[in-house]
C-alpha cells in the first residue's frame, strides 16, 4: 500500500486522472479529511476534487505502473 499527495489544476485533470486509474484492477481511494471515495470513480472523484488536501491511496505493493499514469497530479 502507499499514499501520495495529488493536486489537480483544472476540471480536465480530474478526467484524465481518473481514465489512467481505470487500467488497474485493485483497489485505489482518494481522501480528504474523513472522506474516502472510489478513486476510479469520476462522480466521486469530482466531488473531492476541489479538495486542497487529496490523498490518493494505492492498496497494492507493485504502484511503479500507477505513479507513472499519474504522475502530473501527485504532489510533494
Do not use: W
Not at 18 to 23: G, T
Not at 24 to 40: C, E, P, R, T, W
Request: charged share 20%; aromatic share 8%.
Amino acid at each position: 500500500m502507499q499514499k501520495l499527495k495529488i493536486r489537480f489544476q483544472k476540471a480536465d485533470d480530474v478526467f484524465q486522472f481518473v481514465k489512467a486509474l481505470r487500467q488497474f484492477d485493485f483497489d485505489i481511494d482518494l481522501s480528504s479529511g474523513h472522506q474516502v471515495v472510489d478513486a476510479k470513480s469520476i462522480v466521486s472523484a469530482v466531488a473531492l476534487s476541489g479538495a486542497s488536501d487529496l490523498m490518493l491511496t494505492i492498496h497494492n505493493d507493485d504502484c511503479g505502473s500507477v505513479i507513472e499514469s499519474i504522475s502530473p497530479y501527485i504532489t510533494a
